[in-house]
């Protein structure tokens, strides 16, 4: 069983820039992040494939957002900037070991998840 434990939420000026964390208990081969707003479905935000080979990202989020991760730390990170209040959320890692990319934006398709951290952009 893996454990995602994430960190690096808070409040942030709108254009201002922000960092998550995500540390998993064992090596895990995708990590990505999901994002869900108030009155909102949880959304697909930015995946790392195959332990960093390939980086995908929603439309929304591109040229703002950067994922990155660190192998030898079981870590992921989500690098934001050009924050906007748009952006704010309540900020999920996942991780899964067997995924296509058919099914990466799909929340069912991730067999683990974090607890969640607050991210809140202000005007």
């Known amino acids: 069983q893996v454990v995602l434990v994430e960190s690096g939420g808070g409040l942030v000026q709108a254009g201002g820039s922000l960092r998550l964390s995500c540390a998993a208990s064992?090596?895990?081969?995708?990590m990505g992040w999901f994002r869900q707003a108030p009155g909102k479905e949880r959304e697909f935000v930015a995946l790392?494939?195959?332990?960093?080979?390939?980086?995908y990202y929603a439309d929304s989020v591109k040229g703002r957002f950067t994922i990155s991760r660190d192998n030898a730390r079981n870590t992921v990170y989500l690098q934001m900037s050009s924050m906007e209040p748009e952006d704010t959320a309540v900020y999920y890692c996942a991780a899964d070991d067997r995924l296509i990319l058919s099914q990466i934006y799909e929340r069912d398709a991730y067999d683990y998840w974090g607890q969640g951290t607050q991210v809140t952009v202000s005007s």
């Open positions: 064992q090596r895990t081969l995708n």
């Open positions: 790392s494939w195959r332990r960093g080979s390939y980086s």
